[in-house]
C-alpha cells in the first residue's frame, strides 16, 4: 500500500514568485491537512480537506490557499512568497477527518527555499 | 489556545538506554499522538492514545488525559532512534492539531 506522496520534494523560488506543491494521500483516504514547519515556529497546522471541502483552517494569511479534488490528492499554493515561507511543508492523510480519531500519516514533505 | 509542552528538549543517551518523554498540555483535548521525525524530515506515527497505555516493541506510551500529560518509553536504546519526538494533540474547540515543540533524541553508539 503506497503511502502519503508529495512532490515536489525541493523547491527553491524567489520572493514574489508564487508555488504550487502537490499531496497524494493513501489510497481509500479521504483527509488531507498540510502543516509547516520552521524551526523558528515549529510545526504549525495551515489547512484541512476532507472530500473536496475544506474543513478547517489554521492562522495563515490569504497568501496560502488549498485545494482538494475527486481523487482525494490535494495541492495548496502559496502566492507573493516571502523570505520567511521558506520551510519544510508536510501533507498528512488520514481515513476520517478531524474530531473523529483520525490517526494521520505523513508524506516525505517538500522543502521551499526562498532566496 | 491549548499549550503543549514536552520535556526535556534535549536527550542524549548511549545505546542501550532508556529513556522518558514527556508531553503536556493545558486542557482538554480529543486525542494525542507521537510522531518520530528521522534526519530527513520523515515524520512517522508512533502511537495514537488519547489515553491509556500501548506498546510497540521496544516503545511504550501512556496518556493520562484527566491529568493532561502522556509519556513515551524508549527502553533498549538503538542509534537508530535519533531524531525528534513530537506530540500533537486535537483540540476539542476546533479539531485542529496543535504541536508540541519537540524533544531531540541523540542515541550515540
Known amino acids: 500500500k503506497a503511502g502519503v506522496t508529495q512532490t515536489p520534494r525541493y523547491l527553491i523560488k524567489t520572493r514574489g514568485q508564487q508555488v504550487t506543491l502537490s499531496c497524494s494521500p493513501i489510497?481509500?483516504?479521504?483527509?488531507v491537512s498540510w502543516y509547516q514547519q520552521t524551526p523558528g515556529q515549529g510545526l504549525q497546522f495551515l489547512f484541512e480537506y476532507f472530500s473536496e471541502t475544506q474543513r478547517n483552517k489554521g492562522n495563515f494569511p490569504g497568501r496560502f490557499s488549498g485545494r482538494q479534488f475527486s481523487n482525494s490528492r490535494s495541492e495548496m499554493n502559496v502566492s507573493t512568497l516571502e523570505l520567511g515561507d521558506s520551510a519544510l511543508y508536510l501533507c498528512?492523510?488520514?481515513?476520517?477527518?478531524?474530531?473523529?480519531?483520525?490517526?494521520?500519516?505523513f508524506g516525505e514533505g517538500s522543502r521551499l527555499t526562498v532566496l | 489556545g491549548i499549550q503543549v509542552e514536552q520535556s526535556p528538549p534535549d536527550l542524549i543517551l548511549q545505546e542501550g538506554a532508556n529513556s522518558t518523554l514527556r508531553c503536556n498540555f493545558s486542557d482538554s483535548v480529543n486525542n494525542l499522538q507521537w510522531f518520530h521525525q528521522n534526519p530527513w524530515g520523515q515524520l512517522i506515527n508512533l502511537f495514537y492514545?488519547?489515553?491509556?497505555?500501548k506498546q510497540n516493541g521496544r516503545l511504550s506510551a501512556t496518556t493520562v488525559a484527566t491529568e493532561r500529560y502522556s509519556l513515551l518509553y524508549i527502553s533498549s536504546s538503538q542509534t537508530t532512534d535519533s531524531g525528534v519526538y513530537f506530540c500533537?494533540?486535537?483540540?476539542?474547540?476546533?479539531?485542529?492539531?496543535?504541536w508540541g515543540a519537540g524533544t531531540k533524541l541523540i542515541i550515540k553508539p
Open positions: 489510497s481509500g483516504h479521504r483527509s
Open positions: 500533537a494533540v486535537e483540540t476539542r474547540s476546533n479539531y485542529q492539531l496543535i
Open positions: 498528512a492523510s488520514s481515513l476520517l477527518p478531524s474530531g473523529n480519531t483520525g490517526e494521520l500519516f
Open positions: 492514545i488519547p489515553s491509556g497505555t
